[in-house]
Nanobody
């Protein structure tokens, strides 16, 4: 049983930084892709970043490129999302997701991820 738990959300001013963490448990993740998604109030969930557990390849949404960095600690089974230069439009609930044997070209499709965390709120004040 795969379990994901996010932490690290909070309130930050425009231009500030936060680091989100995702603790993964329940199995080995060598054949998994880990994703970060966010859901803005009244909108659909959207892709933020993804990282392949094996090899560490990464992808980012255009809106966060150059500001956000996704990384992992294989030994600790942790995935991180370092968010810098935060903007009010980054305000959302952020979710960690895991997808088994994901075709890499589908990394931004939430429907491809079979496991989700409960989410953590990030609020950026102007």
């Amino acid at each position: 049983q795969v379990q994901l738990a996010e932490s690290g959300g909070g309130l930050v001013q425009t231009g500030g930084s936060l680091r989100l963490s995702c603790t993964a448990s329940g199995r080995t993740f060598n054949d998994y892709t880990m994703g970060w998604f966010r859901q803005l109030p009244g909108k659909e969930r959207e892709f933020v970043a993804a990282i392949r557990w094996s090899g560490g390849s990464t992808r980012y949404a255009d809106s966060v490129k150059g500001r956000f960095t996704v990384s992992k600690d294989t030994f600790k089974k942790m995935v991180y999302l370092q968010m810098n230069s935060l903007k009010p439009e980054d305000t959302a609930v952020y979710y960690c997701a895991a997808g088994a044997r994901l075709i890499w070209s589908t990394y931004d499709q939430g429907s491809r991820y079979g496991h989700w965390g409960q989410g953590t709120q990030v609020t950026v004040s102007s």
